[in-house]
């Protein structure tokens, strides 16, 4: 079984920056693509950012340009730095990772979520 340990949310001005990051923990294989999803209430979750085993990223249109989505893989790791945040960002962001355990089963994971709230 993989776990994803989160952190990195809180409060933050309009304008200001967050990281968050993400840590994959069990009898991993390896990790295929890592990503940051986020959900606002009353809103379905939807895709932030996303970044293959190969490093190619994709970003949702409304945060290109201000957020950067990176890994570690040394560390089984991955971080979504948030500049010039915004209140429309305020969400629970999770973190998802699928690849292969070490038992050569599939998986895919989810974080327990970080919240994020900017104020204005």
């Known amino acids: 079984q993989v776990q994803l340990v989160e952190s990195g949310g809180g409060l933050v001005q309009a304008g200001g920056s967050l990281r968050l990051s993400c840590a994959a923990s069990g009898r991993i294989f390896r990790i295929n693509e890592m990503a940051w999803y986020r959900q606002a209430p009353g809103k379905q979750r939807e895709l932030v950012a996303g970044?293959?085993?190969?490093?190619?990223?994709n970003y949702l249109d409304s945060v290109k340009g201000r957020f950067t989505i990176s890994r570690e893989n040394a560390k089984n790791t991955v971080y979504l730095q948030m500049n010039s945040l915004k209140p429309e960002d305020t969400a629970v962001y999770y973190c998802?990772?699928?690849?292969?355990?070490?038992?050569?089963?599939?998986?895919?994971?989810w974080g327990q979520g970080t919240q994020v709230t900017v104020s204005s």
């Open positions: 998802n990772v699928n690849g292969y355990s070490a038992s050569a089963f599939p998986f895919r994971s």
């Open positions: 970044i293959s085993s190969g490093d190619s990223t």
